[in-house]
T-cell receptor, first 110, second 114 residues
Framework: KQEVTQIPAALSVPEGENLVLNCSFT??????LQWFRQDPGKGLTSLLL?????REQTSGRLNASLDKSSGRSTLYIAASQPGDSATYLC?????????FGAGTRLTVKP | NAGVTQTPKFQVLKTGQSMTLQCAQD?????MSWYRQDPGMGLRLIHYSVGAGITDQGEVPNGYNVSRSTTEDFPLRLLSAAPSQTSVYFC?????????????FGPGTRLTVT
């Protein structure tokens, strides 16, 4: 059974800092890995999708990496801003089944 | 495009009542799914559909039914509500079952069962 873990559960950083969020999964047989952002009381917004054959994806200040063999992914946020404050979730997809981590709640202080 | 829409946004039920959560998408997506989100547990897959007329169970299907009569709609039915079903429910869709495409989520339905 696939299990997805995100560490830390919560993170608080000052504005401008670069930061890394971690995601680990137990079964390396995945089709893709997706990072989402969730604002309080809202739905999920897709940030980056990494196919199983890819090593990383970039969008603006965000960079996500994938190491299938070690069951790890990281989301790198450069020059963090207060508007980045949200919960970040990773999810792995395989065979019609998507498994989510519990998320990392990020607070960026002005 | 409206994307993925869900109704209602909020609902309070008494134990034993039944109801249907509505989900619709206007992107002609094949794959649709329902998740529940509970504090500290992330999202868990309830049911999914890979196309009209085809549905299957996810990780936590007990107490829920689904059907997919059209590409656009994927309602979730609670047969006899229980307090353990108090949760936030999200519907999602994707272009294909192959897993190569992004999943798009609706805004959620917050359900409380008393």
């Amino acid at each position: 059974k696939q299990e997805v873990t995100q560490i830390p559960a919560a993170l608080s950083v000052p504005e401008g800092e670069n930061l890394v969020l971690n995601c680990s999964f137990t079964d390396s047989a995945i089709y893709n890995l997706q990072w989402f952002r969730q604002d309080p009381g809202k739905g999920l917004t897709s940030l980056l999708l990494i196919q199983s054959s890819q090593r990383e994806q970039t969008s603006g200040r965000l960079n996500a990496s994938l190491d299938k063999s070690s069951g790890r992914s990281t989301l790198y946020i450069a020059a963090s801003q207060p508007g980045d404050s949200a919960t970040y979730l990773c999810a792995v997809y395989n065979n019609n089944d998507m498994r989510f981590g519990a998320g990392t709640r990020l607070t960026v202080k002005p | 495009n409206a994307g993925v829409t869900q109704t209602p946004k909020f609902q309070v039920l008494k134990t034993g009542q039944s109801m249907t959560l509505q989900c619709a998408q206007d992107m002609n997506h094949e794959y649709m799914s329902w998740y529940r989100q509970d504090p500290g547990m992330g999202l868990r897959l309830i049911h999914y559909s890979v196309g009209a007329g085809i549905t299957d169970q996810g990780e936590v299907p007990n107490g829920y039914n689904v059907s997919r009569s059209t590409t656009e709609d994927f309602p979730l039915r609670l047969l006899s509500a229980a307090p353990s079903q108090t949760s936030v429910y999200f519907c999602a869709s994707s272009y294909s079952r192959a897993g190569a495409y992004e999943q798009y989520f609706g805004p959620g339905t917050r359900l409380t069962v008393t």
